[in-house]
């Protein structure tokens, strides 16, 4: 079954470092992957998503992320944190021949002044 | 930006009780989903929707839940009888056909308190 792990519950980091969310996948055929972003009192909002083409996947507000079949790994990065950046972020997969979103648990961004 | 809009954003009931959740989808969006998020745990998928029927469901999703889209706007989800471990934050998600990609638009979530 396809399946998605975060690495990380919490990440600190410091406003103008360089963020980096790890996530794992599982999947026995080729996936889409996504990341998502929940500010407080918001919906999820879709930051990027992997669809079988480029690797190397360009999102909103600088985010980015890269597929690494040899890896099973899809982590999340930044170069410069802004405080606007602090949220939720969930990385997620579909399901196999289907289109429902399988979840991770989340990794909860915080970005210190 | 059109978005996914729900009502209401917080729903306290008490056991035992009907409740009906509403989501307002994206306007050319033809799939529909709801998800739901107990405190603490994932994001579930509960049930997908598509051509006025249900397309696929998850374990999750029993004879105590229903959806429906009552017009061409509204997309609702219905618990018939609500349990205290039904208390959770559920969103509504849509996407639109074709080509447009497997991502779908989620929106604000409601969150159900049962007592």
């Known amino acids: 079954a396809q399946s998605v792990t975060q690495l990380d519950s919490h990440v600190s980091v410091s406003e103008g470092t360089p963020v980096l969310l790890r996530c794992n996948y599982s999947?026995?055929?080729?996936?889409?992957l996504f990341w998502y972003v929940q500010h407080p009192n918001k919906g999820l909002q879709l930051l990027l998503k992997y669809t079988s083409a480029a690797t190397l996947v360009k999102g909103i507000n600088g985010f980015e992320a890269e597929f690494k079949k040899s890896e099973t790994s899809f982590h999340l990065t930044k170069p410069s944190a802004h405080m606007s950046d602090a949220a939720e972020y969930f990385c997620?997969?579909?399901?196999?021949?289907?289109?429902?979103?399988?979840f991770g648990t989340g990794t909860r961004l915080q970005v210190f002044p | 930006e059109p978005e996914v809009t729900q009502t209401p954003s917080h729903q306290v009931t008490q056991m035992g009780q009907e409740v009906i959740l509403r989501c307002v989808p994206i306007s050319n969006h033809l799939y529909f989903y709801w998800y739901r998020q107990i405190l603490g745990q994932k994001v579930e998928f509960l049930v997908s929707f598509y051509n006025n029927e249900i397309s696929e469901k998850s374990e999750i999703f029993d004879d105590q839940f229903s959806v429906e889209r009552p017009d061409g706007s509204n997309f609702t989800l219905k618990i018939r009888s609500t349990k205290l471990e039904d208390s959770a934050m559920y969103f509504c998600?849509?996407?639109?056909?074709?080509?447009?990609?497997?991502?779908?638009?989620f929106g604000p979530g409601t969150r159900l308190t049962v007592t």
């Open positions: 997620v997969v579909t399901g196999y021949n289907t289109d429902k979103l399988i």
């Open positions: 999947s026995s055929y080729s996936p889409s």
């Open positions: 998600a849509s996407r639109p056909t074709g080509t447009g990609g497997t991502e779908q638009y």
